[in-house]
């Protein structure tokens, strides 16, 4: 096995993907091919309608594709059940989206455990973590906080340590920024630059932002569902 090969943790291969939108079908992705090796930070960037959400989707196992294939690690994605889906995402992958999709009646230390439990962690080795970890993007004071209680910002670093709570080898992450003021943005993108040299972590985000972008390793451009730049 090749060096390159070894390194390599994810691809794409002529993945399509349409949409039924009434009786139109719309043609979203048109043959994406793409490789990411291990520890990369890329971005997807494009306009609104471009594809990077939907490419990111299929990439992180939340959708499937029409047609092509899709592998992480050993795994070809586009074969496995749901089920099997779901146990490899919660164990190798953390998703970070727009909108923090933080479970509004828990504290930030109990929705930075949920992935924990999920994978059946034990509920003091959830905890231990969890505060490390909200400790670690600078919430160590506020694990009994609701979301409501917490800026966008700090939603947004909630958000941060769930995703990171299980370890996993790729964090993908939606216009992680998209709610936030420049200058909170800012922080985020720094804070998740400094965890992913820290950590080893591969991180793909989807972004239409040239200054989130500009953050990345490697910037793949994707303009009407093709890849134009990578």
Do not use: W
Request: glycine residues 10%.
């Amino acid at each position: 096995m090749s060096n390159a090969t070894s390194q390599q943790l994810l691809s794409a291969t002529d993945v399509r993907k349409n949409y039924q939108i009434g009786k139109r079908q719309i043609e979203v992705l048109k043959g994406v091919s793409l490789t990411v090796q291990r520890g990369e930070f890329v971005a997807l960037q494009g306009a609104s309608g471009a594809g990077k959400s939907t490419l990111l989707h299929l990439l992180g196992g939340l959708d499937q594709a029409d047609t092509g294939n899709i592998h992480f690690e050993n795994f070809e994605l586009t074969k496995m059940s749901g089920g099997s889906l779901s146990y490899l995402r919660g164990k190798r992958m953390g998703f970070i989206f727009q909108s923090y999709h933080l479970l509004p009646e828990l504290d930030a230390l109990e929705n930075v455990c949920v992935p924990g439990r999920l994978m059946r962690m034990s509920a003091d080795e959830a905890e231990k973590r969890g505060r490390a970890m909200l400790g670690r993007v600078g919430l160590g004071h506020r694990l009994d906080h609701r979301p409501t209680e917490l800026s966008g910002g700090e939603q947004q670093r909630v958000a941060i340590a769930r995703a990171l709570m299980n370890q996993p080898t790729l964090l993908l992450a939606d216009e992680p920024t998209g709610n936030l003021d420049s200058k909170t943005g800012g922080e985020i993108m720094d804070l998740l630059r400094e965890l992913q040299k820290e950590q080893g972590t591969t991180m793909i985000i989807a972004t239409h932002d040239d200054k989130v972008a500009e953050r990345a390793e490697r910037v793949v451009r994707l303009v009407d569902g093709q890849i134009v730049v990578q």
